[in-house]
């Protein structure tokens, strides 16, 4: 599967099992790269999908589901980085109040593909893409 996470600088994902932030505009971007691919993602996660009409969004719980060509919006499900085939990271231009976070120094990874673009509620937003090796 290839998992999308939102992290701020310093790999914080939640804080009190909430999302740090959200942007509208990270939200269209995440839609135009996967261009039609099944996007899985929880209930939590589909709210703040729900304006974007996409028929292409599985609401699931369980990411098993997913194929290696699927892609998967993680906010507050764990996953398994033996399943992870590529991992696109939105990072946010803050350090937000963290109690969860993703540990990048446990996935073996190659840096393959930075974007950065100005969001609606963020300066300055980088995607970067890894491939796991």
């Given amino acids: 599967m290839n998992v999308i996470i939102c992290l701020d600088q310093n790999n914080g994902m939640l804080f009190n099992n909430r ?9 269209k971007n995440i839609l135009e790269y996967i261009n039609g691919a099944k996007l899985y993602m929880d209930e939590y996660s589909f709210k703040q999908f729900s304006e974007e009409k ?3 969004i599985i609401v699931d719980n369980n990411l098993e589901n997913a194929t290696e060509h699927d892609f998967c919006f993680v906010e507050r499900q764990e996953v398994r980085i033996e ?4 991992l696109i990271v939105y990072r946010w231009d803050k350090i937000y109040p963290a109690d969860k976070y993703f540990n990048m120094d446990d996935i073996k990874c190659n840096l393959v593909e930075t974007l950065e673009f100005q969001g609606y509620s963020h300066e300055k937003i980088i995607r970067e893409i890894y491939q796991l090796i």
Avoid: F, G, H, T
């Fill in 19 to 27: 999302r740090q932030s959200r942007d509208r505009i990270v939200r």
């Fill in 83 to 86: 399943e992870i085939n590529k």
């Fill in 54 to 56: 996409a028929d292409n």
